[in-house]
């Protein structure tokens, strides 16, 4: 995938955006057919589809062999590097070697379906106990509080999510002592995880001086009044949020977002062991980040890419039919690069998503807490990006509406895919295109970052802190 200033011209007509049927009627053979000459033939052969058969083999790769260390009992002691080879052989049994671009396509969704589905039933699970919290929050708010700390909504009068936030507070304390003791011991500087530790303490720091659960802390700004003065990224808190002169009322229903969020990633933690978390960047004025809390496996998916999706057909001046605007029009203005492109130049429009993970009731697609890969930055000259994106369609076979986990998908249509499109090829109905980001080895308490791939042949276009991602040696 790719985020890049994206035009009209950008898309060719030679290649197509979804997979055929299983040859098992006369239909699903003329459409494997059909498949085969347009894509097999054709775009395998050219530098992007070579290109995206070593990404998605990768990917393929990289989540066979995160099962197979999921699976592996303590007592065989199999190390990591014998169960890739393990991994390895299983694919090759499977016909890796042979498979083309389509096939693997689909051979790594039906890899990463049941992840997905386990790490939405985790939200599921936990939207149930946090929806608990907020039941005993209006409850005690009816009898503690005044109407107008009602409008407010927040969870300072809230007792059990008080004490998860202060056992986050106390043991993030404790991990960043000793975290601390040991990075310096030889003077060394301080390194990512310690880092994360600093950014997610100053936020609960934030959140208990707003709260008032402890004596107001020196950069917390919910109070300060309008003021003229511009302020820049650096003066933002360990949210990456800027509340100097913003509506104090804006800054409450923020805070009350913010610690919603704390609140589900800690549960989330506790079930899937790591879960993520926007805070501010460890990249000068970058704005805010993504973090891993806790530890994930390479190969996990740590995040989806939210937004309205643009399928393939449309991205055409001839196709695109708008009396308001052009395409070009529409695809310009992305100052902040929240176009995603899919491999299958199927478009993904993060720029009206919200960095602050919000409810259903806010829009029905913003449920999801991971949706925040859209907030994930380039990594910074020199650092070798610890995740990639990867396709993710939420397809019928994965029953989402029946299992109640519709609601974590956080992508819409905004224009519905042609019936006479790349749609008909599909081999497993794909009810909404997606994207998610996984990690490329293992990851604990860092930042995470993953290649933007910005076309090097419009450098111009390209913003002044963009240089060509780092990556192993092999």
């Not at 497993?428 to 290649?451: K, P, Q």
Request: glycine fraction near 4%.
């Amino acid at each position: 995938a790719r985020r890049r200033n994206v035009t009209a011209s950008s898309f060719s007509s030679s290649s197509s955006s979804s997979t055929p049927s299983a040859a098992n009627t006369l239909w699903s053979r003329v459409k494997d057919m059909l498949y085969s000459t347009i894509m097999t033939e054709d775009y395998d052969s050219t530098p992007k589809g070579i290109r995206e058969h070593k990404d998605l083999a990768m990917a393929l790769l990289a989540h066979v062999h995160l099962k197979l260390r999921r699976l592996e009992h303590p007592e065989k002691n199999k190390d990591v590097d014998q169960l890739l080879d393990d991994a390895i052989e299983l694919l090759e049994q499977r016909g890796m070697q042979e498979m083309g671009v389509r096939a693997t396509r689909y051979e790594l969704q039906q890899e990463l379906a049941p992840h997905v589905l386990n790490i939405f039933t985790a939200f599921q699970k936990v939207d149930d106990i946090e929806g608990v919290l907020r039941v005993h929050q209006l409850t005690e708010q009816e009898t503690t509080t005044t109407a107008e700390e009602e409008d407010c909504c927040c969870y300072t009068h809230n007792a059990q999510a008080r004490t998860i936030i202060e056992k986050e507070y106390h043991d993030t304390t404790t991990l960043l002592l000793v975290k601390s003791n040991m990075d310096h011991g030889g003077g060394e500087s301080s390194s990512e995880e310690e880092l994360f530790y600093k950014r997610k303490l100053g936020a609960l720091s934030t959140l208990r001086s707003f709260h008032k659960w402890s004596n107001v802390h020196p950069n917390d700004t919910t109070t300060t009044t309008n003021t003229t003065t511009t302020p820049c990224l650096e003066s933002s808190d360990d949210f990456g949020y800027i509340s100097q002169g913003v509506d104090p009322e804006i800054v409450k229903a923020i805070r009350n977002y913010q610690t919603q969020n704390i609140l589900r990633s800690t549960l989330i933690r506790k079930e899937l062991g790591y879960s993520v978390l926007a805070l501010k960047s460890t990249i000068p004025n970058a704005g805010r980040g993504v973090f891993i809390d806790g530890s994930a496996m390479e190969g996990s998916i740590v995040a989806f890419i939210p937004g309205q999706v643009l399928p393939r057909e449309y991205l055409t001046s001839s196709a695109w039919t708008s009396s308001s605007l052009s395409l070009d029009d529409y695809l310009a203005h992305d100052e902040t690069h929240q176009l995603s492109l899919r491999s299958d130049d199927i478009l993904i429009d993060s720029r009206k998503s919200p960095y602050t993970v919000l409810s259903s009731s806010n829009g029905g697609c913003c449920s999801n807490p991971w949706a925040i890969g859209h907030v994930i930055n380039h990594p910074p000259p020199g650092v070798i990006p610890n995740c990639r994106t990867v396709l993710m369609d939420f397809t019928q076979s994965m029953n989402l509406e029946s299992r109640g986990l519709m609601k974590f998908v956080p992508n819409s249509y905004k224009r519905n895919p042609m019936l006479l499109g790349p749609k008909l090829l599909e081999r497993d109905r794909v009810i909404m295109h997606g994207m998610a980001i996984m990690t490329r080895r293992d990851v604990c308490n860092e930042e995470l970052f993953y290649d933007y791939k910005f076309d090097n042949s419009s450098q111009d276009d390209n913003p002044s802190w963009y240089v060509d991602a780092t990556y192993e040696d092999w």
